[in-house]
């Protein structure tokens, strides 16, 4: 488990290289087991966007052990973006030292089929699949959609109205921040992606386009199955540049640009691409066959 900022037990290196021992390219690995906590400032910005701050108001619910299947992420810096001599880079991928100040929780795995249906009742019969497998054909509003429904199944106050985040301090479900997705998929490693890729990742060398159940690859450091492949994971920012100001403190870019933030990659994304750093996009209600979701929630400081 990791305790403040040390990290007790497997390594990303040691579990490749237990999976490239011993378990095969498509073998499961046991979780590298971690405690699992946060809430947010929002970065003031340009083109249309608002500091949502450090909003008051909302009651803490009973949150002590956290939500099941989720992970406790312990506050930290790290380097966002990549650097320009890096394969694959593009241009808006841009380099700043980012500071999550507080703890958060983000879910081990991709939402699955099982997981949607049980909060949001059966996906139509197009999109059948098995319940294991991560939902999919999903957009950017049906992703929040299911953030706000479990919310309002929990009692918690919902954390989206009219396609926009509303503050930091709801309590409720929600998707990640881009800063916050990346400072978990990375799990301290300054490297562009996780090596061997197929140990971690379904992608298009080893998935043949075909989505796989979660937790069938390594998890990373902090034991997150599937940050890299699979499907790819809504963000809350929308698709601008990152910004200039600083200091970088849980950014977040929430304003009104309709074209939404995605990370992480699918089975489509070929080996040069998946990358802790690529940002893809679309707009907040087009439909992605390989768009599913993980979901994230804030802690208020202290709990």
């Known amino acids: 488990m990791r305790k403040g900022r040390s990290w007790i037990g497997p390594s990303a290196a040691a579990l490749a290289l237990c999976a490239l021992s011993a378990c095969g390219t498509g073998a499961a690995l046991p979780t590298a087991g971690a405690d699992v906590c946060s809430c947010l400032f929002v970065e003031e910005c340009s083109d249309g966007a608002v500091d949502l701050g450090d909003s008051a108001g909302s009651a803490a619910p009973d949150v002590d052990a956290g939500p099941a299947g989720f992970v406790r992420i312990e506050p930290g810096t790290f380097v966002m973006g990549s650097p320009p001599d890096e394969p694959g880079r593009h241009?808006?991928?841009?380099?700043?030292?980012?500071?999550?100040?507080?703890?958060?929780?983000?879910?081990?795995?991709?939402?699955?089929?099982?997981?949607?249906?049980?909060?949001?009742?059966?996906?139509?019969?197009?999109?059948?699949?098995?319940?294991?497998?991560?939902?999919?054909?999903?957009?950017w509003s049906d992703a929040t959609a299911l953030a706000n429904a479990r919310s309002r199944r929990e009692g918690l106050e919902e954390c989206f109205v009219?396609?926009?985040?509303?503050?930091?301090?709801?309590?409720?479900?929600?998707?990640?921040t881009e800063a916050e997705w990346e400072y978990a998929a990375r799990a301290g490693s300054t490297a562009a992606t996780l090596e061997p890729?197929?140990?971690?990742?379904?992608?298009?060398?080893?998935?043949?386009?075909?989505?796989?159940?979660?937790?069938?690859?390594?998890p990373n450091a902090w034991g997150l199955y599937d940050m890299l492949g699979n499907v790819r994971e809504p963000c809350i920012d929308d698709n601008l540049p990152y910004q200039t100001k600083t200091?970088?403190?849980?950014?977040?870019?929430?304003?009104?640009?309709?074209?939404?933030?995605?990370?992480?990659?699918?089975?489509?994304?070929?080996?040069?691409?998946?990358?802790?750093?690529?940002?893809?996009?679309?707009?907040?209600?087009s439909t992605w066959w390989t768009l599913g979701v993980r979901l994230a929630r804030t802690i208020p400081p202290g709990e």
């Open 162 to 176: 009219d396609h926009r985040f509303t503050s930091v301090a709801c309590l409720g479900y929600r998707l990640p």
């Open 91 to 139: 241009s808006l991928e841009r380099q700043r030292t980012v500071t999550i100040s507080r703890a958060f929780w983000l879910g081990s795995r991709e939402v699955t089929i099982a997981e949607w249906e049980e909060v949001m009742g059966p996906r139509p019969a197009a999109f059948a699949a098995p319940p294991g497998e991560p939902v999919m054909f999903l957009s």
């Open 197 to 218: 890729q197929w140990a971690y990742a379904w992608y298009r060398p080893n998935a043949t386009l075909i989505l796989h159940p979660g937790g069938k690859k390594s």
């Open 247 to 285: 200091p970088h403190i849980d950014p977040v870019v929430v304003g009104d640009k309709l074209s939404k933030i995605s990370r992480g990659g699918d089975i489509t994304t070929e080996g040069l691409s998946l990358r802790f750093a690529l940002r893809e996009h679309a707009s907040f209600d």
